[in-house]
């Protein structure tokens, strides 16, 4: 009877034996998962290369697409299974810096306590000790007492500084697994997106393909309009000549070769750096009254000498050379399509240089100023090409060290968002 009893308990609780899972046996189940995603994504990026080399037809533009949704919809997949995984990290680690605390927090109790001890034993001069204690024998336990004390007082000053540069490190690492959730999120965001873009265009081409081919030709010529448009468009940059979207994106794929930048960030930056205000760039032109010339809105000590400089060296006159006007109670002095103040361009100039050819470099000029903010960008992290990455570059770029407050979260969210419109852009550039 009890065997039965037994055999029959085990079978009950069998299932739950077998579906128990451990957590490297979930991140090696998930890691297993994610390299089958990707090598299907890397399939698919095949196909779509061998259509794209194909002679121009319905069908093949069709076939196009169906790839890159499908390439898409597993990005979509891998990030999935990322934030799965990342999921069950960030729990841990919260775990883990849960438990240091409270052991840093027993431990400042322990050494509140011996220090209360120590002190107590230290108000008694070295006479007072030897009067209380009766014999010789009470009065070496009462040294080896202050004495242990002491080293107890020093072995838990280690263990709270032990303790606390754990929390520390471990609090650094659930903040870039956090970042990576994020940026996770925003991949699939935007994954989203363009699969519901791709699907628009399948469904214009499936139309077409049912048509005649006439249809087709007036999709094609309405894709290059579209795409004439887009280069043709003028891109506005503070303190120089309007230059078309395709000189633009000339200059900032450039940049990126020599920077790591990508091209449609660099873009959003330049351009939200061209209208922040109605009264930026229209400092110190010639017909500017003095208050508004450059010894009259620049920094005294740190701007008017290097701005001289810059533009002795460039061969034109200081007086009448556009900057922007003080914003938000500052300084003004900022120049050209990147906003840099004369003594930061100074200190950039040589890098700048190295980049472009240009000697001096001019911040006034569109590939100079695009190659000091892709340098300035990368130095502040937005190489990394992430969302997150991408966004605090920004920030730092637009707050330097204030670039956490609240009040400036504004300039990074601004910069994103146009940056995800070039992206798309660009991609209608390159079909």
């Given at each position: 009877m009890w065997l039965g009893l037994f055999v029959g308990l085990a079978i009950a609780f069998l299932p739950s034996l077998v579906l128990a899972e451990t957590a490297q046996e979930k991140e090696a189940r998930l890691n297993a998962q994610l390299a089958q995603v990707n090598q299907e994504i890397a399939d698919q990026q095949n196909l779509l290369k061998s259509k794209q080399k194909e002679t121009a037809s319905i069908k093949r533009d069709i076939d196009i697409l169906t790839y890159k949704i499908n390439t898409a919809q597993l990005n979509i997949k891998a990030k999935q299974i990322e934030i799965s995984r990342l999921g069950g990290v960030i729990v841990q680690k919260q775990k883990t810096i849960n438990v240091l605390d409270d052991r840093l927090g027993q431990e400042k109790i322990?050494?509140?306590?011996?220090?209360r001890k120590t002190r107590e034993l230290d108000d008694n001069t070295f006479a007072e000790i030897i009067l209380t204690s009766q014999t010789l024998s009470n009065l070496f336990v009462d040294l080896q007492r202050f004495n242990s004390l002491e080293n107890n007082v020093q072995a838990t000053l280690d263990s709270v500084r032990g303790v606390k540069k754990d929390t520390e490190t471990q609090k650094v690492v659930l903040e870039d697994r956090r970042d990576a959730e994020t940026n996770a999120k925003k991949a699939i965001e935007a994954e989203k997106a363009n699969i519901e873009q791709l699907n628009k265009e399948k469904t214009v081409l499936l139309n077409a393909s049912?048509?005649?081919e006439n249809s087709y030709k007036a999709v094609i010529a309405s894709k290059e309009k579209e795409r004439s448009a887009i280069l043709n468009?003028?891109?506005t940059l503070r303190g120089a000549k309007s230059i078309t979207f395709g000189q633009a994106l000339d200059h900032a794929k450039f940049v990126s070769t020599k920077t790591g930048v990508r091209v449609a960030f660099l873009l959003a930056i330049i351009t939200q750096e061209s209208n922040l205000g109605q009264n930026i760039g229209t400092c110190n032109r010639p017909s500017d009254p003095p208050s508004k010339s450059y010894k009259s809105v620049m920094k005294p000590d740190r701007d008017i000498g290097p701005?001289?400089?810059?533009?002795k060296a460039l061969g034109i006159d200081p007086v009448g050379q556009p900057i922007s006007c003080p914003y938000g109670g500052g300084y003004g002095g900022a120049m050209g399509p990147a906003q840099f103040i004369p003594s930061t361009w100074q200190g950039m100039a040589n890098a700048v240089s190295a980049v472009t050819g240009n000697k001096p470099p001019n911040p006034w000029d569109p590939r100079d100023a695009f190659t000091a903010s892709g340098l300035y960008l990368r130095d502040l992290g937005a190489d990394g090409g992430t969302f997150t990455t991408e966004r605090k570059a920004a920030l730092r770029y637009y707050a330097g060290g204030n670039w956490a407050l609240a009040k400036n979260a504004f300039y990074g969210d601004q910069v994103m968002a146009i940056a995800s419109?070039?992206?798309k852009q660009i991609e209608i550039l390159q079909d």
């Open positions: 322990s050494l509140s306590e011996l220090l049912k048509a005649k468009a003028l891109y701005f001289e400089r810059i533009c419109k070039y992206q």
